[in-house]
């Protein structure tokens, strides 16, 4: 199964920004869904970005305008571009990749954005 491994995470001022990776451990960009998701204390788990194997990209109406999903093919590596991030973007962000049957998280990096 493919392991994945979060990096990026960090302290920011509000109207900062950070580039969260997610690097995989296969070449798997061709046949899987990849995206990054979040929880914020006491709230569930919600979607933020996901990218398709097929290149195609949903946004949260939250973050559209002010965060990129993209992919280095070569590098087997997940990012996310995040600008002009608010304190309500305070989270723990999660990679996560979805292929055939399986369903894997990575362990989470955590994001706070100060006023």
């Known amino acids: 199964q493919v392991q994945l491994v979060e990096s990026g995470g960090g302290f920011v001022q509000a109207g900062g920004s950070l580039r969260l990776s997610c690097a995989t451990s296969g070449n798997i960009f061709s046949i899987a869904t990849m995206g990054w998701y979040r929880q914020a204390p006491g709230k569930q788990r919600e979607l933020v970005a996901t990218?398709?194997?097929?290149?195609?990209?949903n946004y949260a109406d939250s973050v559209k305008g002010r965060f990129t999903i993209s992919k280095d093919n070569a590098k087997n590596t997940l990012y996310l571009q995040m600008n002009s991030l608010k304190p309500e973007d305070t989270a723990v962000y999660y990679c996560n990749v979805r292929y055939y049957v399986a369903n894997v998280w990575g362990q989470g990096t955590q994001v706070t954005v100060s006023p």
């Open positions: 990218s398709t194997s097929g290149g195609r990209i």
